[in-house]
């Protein structure tokens, strides 16, 4: 089975880090916060990068 990426709400800090390093991945929602709305819409090397980035830790695989 893939993996998907999965934002914490909770944790997320609205910094767009991971929409503008996979903008065809992640997106604000209607909150302000980053969501996952295709989770095949970039390499997973790239997504592990937002990941990485990610200052507060608030995106993981699922």
């Known amino acids: 089975m893939a993996k998907i990426p ?3 709400q909770e944790a997320c800090i609205s910094c767009g880090l991971c929409v503008s390093t996979c903008p065809g991945v992640f997106r ?28 507060v830790q608030a995106i993981s695989w699922q």
């Open 28 to 55: 604000f929602n209607a909150d302000g916060k980053s969501e996952c709305y295709d989770p095949g819409g970039a390499p997973e090397s790239d997504i592990q990068s937002a990941i990485d980035g990610c200052p």
């Open 6 to 8: 999965v934002v914490d």
